[in-house]
């Protein structure tokens, strides 16, 4: 769109300089405001536009429901690591995010479980609870009255993308929440 208006803009504004006229001729004015009326409307970013975003990226993460877990991965036809699996998730919906677990802790805006939203960024130490180093990341999947539920690539017992509960063995690992939308 843009390539067109600016050659018509330039066109109008040619033709009206070299006889200094202060008015536009009706017949460009007319077309002036059909392609004004015709430009798309710019988006004001709000909390529903942004909770249809993290609705759309969950629908999408959802699909890839049972990928098998595949180290150091990020390709659905193969599998995916954790973060393999975070970070094509974002990435597809245009967002800059880290590949690595521990990178995620420097991406976005930290929050907190009491704060969470559905599409936050979930960060847990490695299997091993009591070593209090990343090694771990999820996808907040949903929150209702029994709790958080995740969606991560996981290389435990299901050995595939998968949603858990935020309890127990995860509660015990959780050691940060981050927000990208």
Known sequence: MKKIIVPIAFFILSATA??????IPAQYQELVKKLVASLPKEDKPSNNSSAKQSESLIDFAKSMLGIPYRYATSNPKVGFDCSGFVSYVFSNFGFKVPRSSREFSYAGKE????NAKVGDVLIFTGSNSRIRRIGHVGI???IDENGIKFIHASSGKVHQ???TDLDGHYK???MKIVSII
């Open 161 to 163: 993308v998968t949603i």
């Open 111 to 114: 929050t907190t479980l009491e």
């Open 18 to 23: 070299g006889k200094a006229q202060t008015i």
């Open 140 to 142: 907040v999947y949903s």
């Open 172 to 174: 015990a690992r959780f």
